[in-house]
């Protein structure tokens, strides 16, 4: 018989021997004050933080209108939508953001699903399946629900390098023109804050003939002059078949979403099982989304903050040394290189200083290249900046890790370098 429990704890035993068991954060988000939250310890000892790993980029979460838009929505409609989109559960809410959501980026239709997870998941996995003998191209940094819709298609696969064109090109041309294609890629990779080029991936799209899946999830309401992202911003939303966003991340709520044309829209709402066979959105979320979306489209005031702020983090934290990766987004990675050396710098961060930023480690970036990722927002205030860098700088000087004077990539960590120095 097999022996489960010792095949569970060695599963276990090798993350924790890694230094990458994951240990949750307890938080408890204040409205009205973020970026501040309460944290309790295991001690049960409660005290304030500053958060600085927030994907409620914008702080919408904490808008008193999108609040107040939600309240009506619960003391009007109650609680669930109290079924599937086909079974009672298609509300008033659901039309309006759909609409909503579609005129955002220029396009015809939009459909909400579960999460931005499930809306990559469901449609490249339905999209790749209905088109017969589909070839799909995407990038080795695509997110893993991207990565689970490729595999859930059956659908012959070709990873092309992150952003490069050239390899792309090389693998599509591999293909005649009448074989059905589809790229899928971020505009704004999460991790490393990079843009993709999306202009020179739609011209190989039309060159080839392929289809276009843009994910815009960390783009959307931060950039463009309505916040409909990064092919907003560079004039493109007409040029991608399908964008991808989440209500989750600078639209500070919760659920994901397509658009594209009328057709494809309606394809994927008939055949994608992820969008058929689940409860919908509840409407006091949808009026939240709704409420913030329409604050974003007309105010400028919170992107130009945002993009200060970013910008005033790492401006900060490359005159102190801090290795940072540069990157031309509102993402700021410290670079550490090690798991262990990561998770032991973001502890003391918070339990000696107040300022919160989770270790980012294999595999959600590869090994060697383990970082805290500090996301400013428009409430981050410059104090509270210059209270986080002395606190880094004393972390650096426990560790013994050197401050650098050039660019991270001259500086950056390597494993062997700091083996020792975290035991
Ligand atoms: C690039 C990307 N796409 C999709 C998602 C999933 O979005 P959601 O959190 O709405 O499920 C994430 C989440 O982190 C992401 O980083």
Redesign the pocket.
Known sequence: MADYTRLLTETLNTVQQEGRYRVFMDLQRQYGQFPYASRRRQTGHVDQVVVWCS?DYLGMGQNPDVIKAMHHALDSCGSGSGGTRNISGTTRYHVELEKELASLHNKESALLFS????S?SATISTLARILPNCHIFSDEKN?A??IEGVRFSGASKHIFKHNDVNDLRSKLQSLPLETPKLIVF?SVY?MDGDISPIADIIDLAQEYKALTYL?E??AVGMYGNQGGGMAQKLGLSDHIDIIEG?L??AFGGF??YITGSRLMIDVIRTAASGFIFTTSLPPVVLAGALQTIRHLRSSQTERILHQKHAALLKKKMREAGLPILETSTHIVPLMIGNASLCKKISDQLIDEFGHYAQPINYPTVSRGTERLRFTPTPLHTEQMMDDLIVALQKIFKHFDIPLTTGKCDEFFIHEENIKEKVG
Do not use: A, F, L, R
Request: cysteine-free; proline content about 0%; glycine content about 22%.
């Open positions: 994907n999460s931005g997870y499930v990559n997110h629900s991207m971020e999460s994910d999830v960390h989440t989750g991340k659920g994901g």
